[in-house]
């Protein structure tokens, strides 16, 4: 184990519900999705953030969110998507290995990051799982 949870969900040695994967990038669901499907979209290669992130690995980082982002608005029916950086504590960063949100939104929905983590859960992440896997497979 690592001092980096995400370090360690890249090394295998952490759980995770992987959704894709290449050489550079990892994408998994977030274990407290805002919504169902929330992705966190990460380089393999460890930066704390934007200040420490190689250009090379936010290109890959962004075309794998954008990837996803594309395979959420078939697989899981969305009507629309959030991609987010929160870079720094002040900017609510918690988690200091870079990683980009993907947050599947429906017409009309309330999104709160703030909102009590508590009630941030997916009842069904594995299918939710199954269902973005298959159309990242597809795409
Ligand atoms: P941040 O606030 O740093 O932008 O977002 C960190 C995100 O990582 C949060 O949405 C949180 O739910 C998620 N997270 C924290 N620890 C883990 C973990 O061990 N596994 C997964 N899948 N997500 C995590
Ligand atoms: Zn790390």
Redesign the pocket.
Known sequence: MSDC?FCD?VAGT?P??QVYADDDVIA?????PVKPGHT?VIPRNHSRGLRDLAPADGEKMFAVGQKVAIAMRTALDVDGVNLVV?DGRAA????FHT?L?VIPRHRGDKLSFAKSLVV?RDPHPDATAAKLRRALDQS
Do not use: E, Y
């Open positions: 949870i969900i952490a995770s519900r998994f669901l977030d274990i407290r966190l929160n609510m960063q918690t988690v990683h949100h941030r």
